[in-house]
């Protein structure tokens, strides 16, 4: 038997037949991922395994400099073949690492290939791959109609034109390629430079002059409209944690004047502005029935090094361990006591915390929207078959599994959507392993109905925007795989 197999992941019987009859053939709604729009909408062509598997994957580029691997074949101008060969030699060393799985399932899943990749198979593996990328299912947009993909939320900065996404949205694609609003940019401002060539783009692209504070926030206010426009609902941010404490608006245009006239401004002033716009996003998110996506606690660009060689984005960060609590609980909080929370999910990269972060969800749910604050999916470094459980058994044991509106690949690259089988598998093997433990009734409609809403259901329901792809039939998404 193949290492990828029909019954992978799933230990149990009753596991195999929730995953089967369930949430195999369940559409993919991905609400947070960084794929290049305008490689969408040019429908780029993949020419071979280096290209699509390995362009911007930073985990995979973590784990050759862990292989002793010369940065040369990671993000250096080592040929496409050559780093694929670095890759290969490495993927053997990754037993018990997730990529060792996601690896094999996208051999399998995207190229009907079963055999373990390394330095034996990999001249055969690429050749054979090359062949099936130059058919015609596998540029961007085909690979969304494989996988059955009806919608994809992209991630963009309020300077973002928008051209790719209104352009597809004039296209055939039958799924939705969507905005999400991240402006970590005007967070920025320990470099008053780079801030203030980030707020010029900001001008241009709102069409507005900026000269003082207030027009800052018109300028903001107007690319979130345009946004919303473009078919928008949901807003990112990627912070360590909460700002603990927010300038009044008097004190925050005074640091936006230190800043626009060049100066510094103190840490403390720094942290404050950054509370008053995150109080004016959840505003502004809450007026549009948007739903606030807050990735907390990931220690970013640790390498200094590196990230002046490479930039960010390059594999050079970890878990932080920072106190998440306090701040979280003032944020959320503020904007409940004006009736201004909008939905949320919480993200959060320390496992330590995910009890912190499943109980703080509850605090606030408020009684509106089933789930309106939600204790997001198992994130960068754990989105892992261990790491999966973690989060779930935690979001069940202080909150409802049944209106969790699933997992996200988080993901740079075309290769990742078999990452929503296996969140899935992992997610029917331990329903399935508790059933048999008599710790679930055996009821697989009832079962299968939250599996359902898991998979793709809850998230269709909760973000507000219209799926038209996904009222394709279940008969349809199985050929289509």
């Avoid at 911007?56 to 990671?74: F, I, L, P």
């Avoid at 972060?357 to 009684?367: D, E, H, L």
Wanted: hydrophobic fraction near 40%; include cysteine.
């Amino acid at each position: 038997m193949s290492f990828i197999h029909p019954e992978f992941l799933l230990q149990n019987e009753t596991a195999r037949r929730l995953y089967h009859g369930y949430a195999e053939d369940q559409p993919i709604l991905d609400f947070h991922c960084h794929l290049p729009v305008r490689e969408i909408a040019e429908n780029r062509r993949f020419r071979n395994l280096a290209e699509i598997g390995l362009e911007g994957d930073h985990y995979k580029w973590r784990a050759m400099r862990a292989n002793g691997v010369s940065e040369r074949y990671c993000t250096g101008d080592a040929g496409p073949y050559e780093k694929f060969l670095a890759w290969a030699r490495t993927v053997p060393h990754t037993l018990r690492n997730p990529l060792y799985h996601w690896t094999h399932l996208e051999l399998a899943r995207y190229f009907g290939i079963f055999d373990l990749l390394d330095e034996t198979t990999a001249p055969a593996i690429w050749e054979k791959t090359g062949r099936e990328l130059a058919r015609e299912e596998f540029p961007a947009q085909g690979i969304l109609e494989k996988f059955h993909v009806v919608t994809v939320c992209t991630t963009d900065d309020p300077t973002a034109s928008l051209e790719y996404h209104e352009r597809l949205a004039q296209s055939k694609l039958s799924a939705r390629v969507l905005p999400a609003f991240r402006p970590d940019k005007a967070f920025q401002v320990h470099d008053p430079k780079a801030f203030n060539e980030w707020t010029n783009r900001l001008a241009a692209s709102a069409n507005v002059e900026i000269r003082g504070f207030n027009g800052f926030l018109d300028a903001l206010r107007k690319r979130h409209d345009a946004f919303h426009e473009r078919g928008c609902r949901l807003s990112d941010h990627g912070l360590n944690v909460c700002y603990p404490a927010a300038a009044s608006e008097r004190q925050a245009a005074a640091s936006f004047a230190k800043l626009h006239r060049g100066g510094r401004v103190t840490p403390e002033e720094a942290s404050k502005f950054a509370g008053f716009l995150m109080l004016f996003f959840g505003r502004l998110d809450a007026e549009k029935g948007w739903t606030k996506q807050l990735h907390l606690g990931a220690l970013r660009n640790a390498n200094a090094r590196m990230l002046d060689l490479l930039g960010p984005d390059a594999g050079f960060d970890s878990i932080g361990d920072w106190a998440q609590a306090p701040a979280l609980a003032a944020y959320l909080d503020c904007l409940d006591r004006e009736n201004s929370l909008p939905k949320i999910i919480l993200f959060n990269a320390n496992p330590a915390d995910n009890y912190l972060f499943a109980t703080m969800a509850g605090n606030f749910q408020g009684g509106s929207v089933a789930g309106k604050i939600q204790f997001g999916g198992g994130w960068w470094f754990l989105d892992q078959k261990e790491g999966i459980e973690l989060q779930l058994n935690a979001l069940s044991n202080c909150g409802l599994l049944s209106r969790f509106v699933g997992m996200v690949t988080d993901s740079r690259s075309f290769l990742s959507f078999p990452r929503h089988e296996y969140f899935r598998r992992v997610l029917c093997n331990l329903l399935g392993d508790e059933v048999e433990k008599g710790l679930l009734p055996g009821d697989e409609k009832l079962l299968g109905e939250m599996i359902r809403g898991v998979c793709y259901g809850n998230a269709r329901d909760f973000f507000g925007f219209s799926v038209a792809a996904g009222t394709r039939s279940r008969a349809t998404a199985a050929k289509r795989r």
